[in-house]
C-alpha cells in the first residue's frame, strides 16, 4: 500500500470515528418518521406565565398575543408578561393595549435574548412570586400559536407531572414566501420530525430550539442565569446535565417568521455557531465527565447532548483540510506519482480515478442525493402542515437544502474567529394572523 492510500485509509477511519459517534440519529430520524407520543386529555389545569421578549416588533407583538387570547384555555389561568428589550417603537404600548403585562428595560449592553428572560423573570419574582405560577411558556414575539397549543402542552406537562420541559413543533408562517424562508422551514421540519419526536418515543430528551417551550417555575425560582448568544442550547444542556428530562409535544403547534434574505440568514446562522461553540467550550468537560458518573440515571441523554454540543461540521472540515495537505505530500514521498496523476489520477475516467479532484467530487456527489431524498421526504411525511408552497418552490428548495445544510462547516469556520461576535435583532414583518394559518391548513387538508 503506498503512501496516498494509506493517508485515505487513515483519514477514512477517522471519518467513520466522528460518524459513529452520531450514529445514533439515524434511529431517532426512523423512530421519527413512523411513530410518536400522544399525551391523555388531562382534567388540571395549571396556572402559566407566557414570556415575550420583544425589541421593536410593533409590526407582529399583536399576533401573538391575539393567539393567546384565542387559545381554548381558561384565559382566568392566563397571565401574558412582555418586556418590552432596548425598543425605540411601539411595541410596549401596543401589547399593554391588548392586555398584557409590560417591563420595559433598556440596556445596549445586555442586548441577547438572555437577558431580557433575566430581567423578565427578576420582575416577576418581585412584583407576583414565581412560585404562583406552576409553568412559564417561552416564546419570541413573531411567533403565533395553534388555537389548541396551550392545552395540548398542558396535557403533555401534566403527564410528566410538571417534572419535565416541554417543547413543541415548531412551523414556519412564511413556509412559501420566498427560497430562503423555504430552507429554514425545512430545516426546522426535519429538526421535530427527524429529532425530537424519536427521541421522545424512546425516553431520550431532546433539546429546545429558540422558544416555543413550556417549563417548571422551579427553574428559575432564582432567576434565569442564561444570557449568551444561543441561551437555548446554554439552557438545554444544563437541563440534562441537572437530569431534568426535556420532552416532545407534536400536537403543538406554533408559528415564526423566518429569514427571508442570505445576508440574514448568514448572520443569524453565525451568531447560532458562535453560541454553540462557547456552550461547547463550557459544558463539554462537565457532560463527559457526568456520562461515567456511577449515580448518573439519564446516561444516554447526556451521551446524546455531549455529542450534540461537539462542532462536528467544524471538526469535519478541519479533517478534509488536513487529508488534503497530506495528500499534496504524496510527489515528495512516493516519485511515482506526478502531480498530473495526483490531481486527476491514472485514468481521466471519474468513477475509476483516483486523483484528489475526482474523489472529492465523488465524495460530494453521493452527499447530494442523500439530503434532497430527506427534503422530498419531509414534504411527503409533513405535507399536512407544510403549506403556502408553491410546486416550483418545492422543487428548489429540494435542489438548494443539500448547499443549505452543506455551508455548515463554512459558518462554523467564520464563527470559530469572530471572537467578538455581537447580538444584532433579526428584523420581523409577517404579520400573518392565526385565522389565516388556520384557514391555510384546512384548505391544504381538504384539496
Known amino acids: 500500500m503506498d503512501y496516498l492510500h494509506i493517508v485515505r485509509l487513515i483519514m477514512n477511519i477517522l471519518f467513520v470515528l466522528l460518524g459513529?459517534?452520531?450514529?445514533?440519529?439515524?434511529?431517532?430520524?426512523?423512530?421519527?418518521?413512523f411513530s410518536k407520543k400522544k399525551y391523555p386529555k388531562t382534567d388540571k389545569i395549571n396556572r402559566y406565565g407566557l414570556i415575550i421578549p420583544a425589541r421593536n416588533e410593533e409590526a407582529v407583538i399583536a399576533g401573538l398575543i391575539e393567539s393567546i387570547q384565542k387559545n381554548e384555555y381558561p384565559q382566568d389561568q392566563l397571565q401574558i408578561f412582555v418586556v418590552a428589550h432596548n425598543c425605540t417603537d411601539k411595541?410596549?404600548?401596543?401589547?399593554?393595549?391588548?392586555?398584557?403585562?409590560?417591563?420595559?428595560?433598556?440596556?445596549?449592553?445586555?442586548?441577547?435574548?438572555?437577558?431580557?428572560?433575566k430581567y423578565l423573570f427578576s420582575c416577576i419574582e418581585r412584583d407576583y412570586k414565581t412560585k404562583s405560577f406552576d409553568g412559564f411558556f417561552l416564546f419570541n414575539a413573531d411567533n403565533v400559536l395553534d388555537k389548541n397549543y396551550i392545552s395540548k402542552m398542558n396535557d403533555a406537562?401534566?403527564?410528566?407531572?410538571?417534572?419535565?420541559?416541554?417543547?413543541?413543533?415548531?412551523?414556519?408562517?412564511?413556509?412559501?414566501?420566498?427560497?430562503?424562508?423555504?430552507?429554514?422551514?425545512m430545516y426546522f421540519a426535519v429538526g421535530c420530525r427527524l429529532e425530537s419526536r424519536g427521541r421522545t418515543v424512546l425516553?431520550?430528551?431532546?433539546?429546545?430550539?429558540?422558544?416555543?417551550?413550556?417549563?417548571?417555575?422551579?427553574?428559575?425560582k432564582n432567576g434565569w442565569p442564561y444570557v449568551t448568544l444561543t441561551?437555548?442550547?446554554?439552557?438545554?444542556?444544563?437541563?440534562?446535565?441537572?437530569?431534568?428530562?426535556?420532552?416532545?409535544?407534536?400536537?403543538?403547534?406554533?408559528?415564526?417568521?423566518?429569514?427571508?434574505?442570505?445576508?440574514?440568514?448568514?448572520?443569524?446562522?453565525?451568531?447560532?455557531?458562535?453560541?454553540?461553540?462557547?456552550?461547547?467550550y463550557a459544558r463539554f468537560k462537565e457532560l463527559v465527565a457526568g456520562i461515567f458518573k456511577k449515580e448518573t440515571k439519564h446516561r444516554v441523554s447526556?451521551?446524546?447532548?455531549?455529542?450534540?454540543?461537539?462542532?462536528?461540521?467544524?471538526?469535519?472540515?478541519?479533517?478534509?483540510?488536513?487529508?488534503?495537505?497530506?495528500e499534496l505530500l504524496t510527489p515528495l514521498v512516493d516519485k511515482t506519482y506526478t502531480w498530473e496523476r495526483l490531481f486527476l489520477g491514472d485514468s481521466?475516467?471519474?468513477?475509476?480515478?483516483?486523483?484528489?479532484?475526482?474523489?472529492?467530487?465523488?465524495?460530494?456527489?453521493?452527499?447530494?442525493?442523500?439530503?434532497?431524498?430527506?427534503?422530498?421526504?419531509?414534504?411527503?411525511?409533513?405535507?399536512?402542515?407544510?403549506?403556502?408552497?408553491?410546486?416550483?418552490?418545492?422543487?428548489?428548495?429540494?435542489?438548494?437544502?443539500?448547499?443549505?445544510?452543506?455551508?455548515?462547516?463554512?459558518?462554523?469556520?467564520?464563527?470559530?474567529?469572530?471572537?467578538?461576535?455581537g447580538w444584532k435583532p433579526i428584523p420581523h414583518s409577517d404579520a400573518t394572523k392565526i385565522e389565516a394559518l388556520d384557514k391555510q391548513t384546512q384548505d391544504h387538508i381538504t384539496e
Open 20 to 33: 459513529a459517534l452520531v450514529f445514533h440519529f439515524a434511529l431517532f430520524g426512523i423512530v421519527g418518521v
Open 203 to 220: 425516553g431520550c430528551s431532546t433539546r429546545v430550539q429558540g422558544t416555543g417551550y413550556l417549563i417548571n417555575s422551579k427553574i428559575v
Open 157 to 185: 406537562f401534566e403527564y410528566y407531572n410538571r417534572e419535565s420541559v416541554i417543547t413543541s413543533y415548531r412551523n414556519s408562517k412564511n413556509f412559501g414566501k420566498n427560497l430562503i424562508s423555504g430552507l429554514y422551514g
Open 91 to 117: 411595541t410596549a404600548e401596543i401589547a399593554r393595549s391588548l392586555g398584557a403585562t409590560v417591563y420595559e428595560y433598556n440596556n445596549p449592553n445586555e442586548c441577547t435574548m438572555g437577558y431580557a428572560f
Open 302 to 326: 447526556l451521551y446524546d447532548i455531549t455529542v450534540n454540543i461537539i462542532p462536528s461540521p467544524l471538526i469535519l472540515l478541519f479533517l478534509q483540510i488536513l487529508q488534503f495537505a497530506l
Open 231 to 280: 441561551e437555548d442550547w446554554e439552557f438545554t444542556a444544563d437541563q440534562i446535565l441537572y437530569e431534568h428530562n426535556i420532552r416532545y409535544c407534536d400536537a403543538a403547534v406554533f408559528y415564526d417568521e423566518q429569514p427571508t434574505s442570505i445576508s440574514i440568514m448568514w448572520r443569524q446562522r453565525v451568531r447560532w455557531s458562535r453560541g454553540h461553540l462557547l456552550v461547547f
Open 348 to 421: 481521466y475516467q471519474f468513477f475509476l480515478s483516483e486523483g484528489i479532484l475526482f474523489n472529492w467530487a465523488r465524495s460530494a456527489l453521493y452527499s447530494l442525493p442523500f439530503m434532497m431524498l430527506i427534503a422530498i421526504g419531509m414534504f411527503i411525511i409533513e405535507r399536512r402542515r407544510i403549506h403556502g408552497v408553491n410546486p416550483f418552490l418545492k422543487v428548489l428548495i429540494v435542489l438548494f437544502f443539500p448547499i443549505f445544510m452543506g455551508i455548515q462547516p463554512l459558518i462554523d469556520l467564520q464563527a470559530f474567529f469572530s471572537r467578538h461576535l
